[in-house]
């Protein structure tokens, strides 16, 4: 389960879409709050989805090849197939690069509620979900997997976490930079979108198909 959650959390953070989309709020007039509330939105939907698999559990993981272990094992390998066959795809018909998106014009005007939406909208549900499948497997009876799930959400929010701090500690600094990776991460969406899908898709792929038959 850990390194499940520690190859899920690593895509998740590496995303290309949210964090071109948290760059634009922190270059905003009031861009630190905005980036706060973003980020907070970001986290809270991390934890209220592990949250309700573990009240689903009761922090006790489904006996193996039982039909609740078979229904999430089943749901990754769902996940990872739709990830892979995405990824082949776009990487056969890759999709023009975009420019700034229309919100962008509005967003010195943003609210902090609008924000926290965006934040919503751009999270990448797929990983999610498998991450919450993954998360069934926690045994909450000892330190180790409580410390798994928290590790899970902090590094699925890890680039936002450090771009925040970064925007706080070193506006000055933070804004070229910051602005440098966004124009990097335009170029490179594709490269990144395909890559990631297939590898994380094909990783659940291989973990479910073994713990099926094993």
């Not at 090849?65 to 739709?82: D, Y």
């Not at 990983?127 to 069934?136: D, F, I, M, P, W």
């Not at 792929?205 to 038959?213: D, E, H, K």
Request: with cysteine; charged share 10%.
């Amino acid at each position: 389960m850990v390194l499940d959650l520690a190859v899920i959390g690593t895509a998740i953070t590496l995303g290309p879409l949210h964090n071109s989309a948290f760059i634009l709020l922190l270059a905003a007039r009031r861009g630190v709050r905005l980036g706060l509330a973003f980020l907070l939105s970001w986290l809270a939907n991390l934890v209220a989805v592990i949250a309700v698999v573990v009240l689903l559990t009761g922090g006790h993981p489904p006996a193996r090849h039982t039909a609740p272990s078979t229904a999430a094992l089943a749901a990754k390998l769902a996940i990872g197939l739709g990830l892979v066959v995405y990824g082949a795809r776009r990487r056969r018909r890759p999709h023009p690069p975009h420019g700034t998106p229309r919100w962008a014009a509005r967003i010195d005007h943003a609210s902090w509620g609008a924000a926290a939406g965006l934040a919503w909208l751009v999270q990448p549900w797929g990983l999610v979900g498998a991450g919450a499948a993954t998360a069934l497997d926690a045994d909450l009876s000892g330190a180790e997997d409580w410390l798994a799930l928290t590790g899970f959400c902090v590094l699925a929010t890890l680039s936002l976490i450090v771009m925040e701090m970064y925007a706080v500690w070193a506006p000055a600094a933070a804004g070229a930079r910051l602005d440098a990776l966004r124009d990097w991460l335009g170029r490179h969406q594709e490269q990144l979108i395909v890559t990631l899908s297939l590898v994380v898709g094909l990783w659940l792929m291989g973990a479910s198909v073994y713990a099926l038959v094993t």
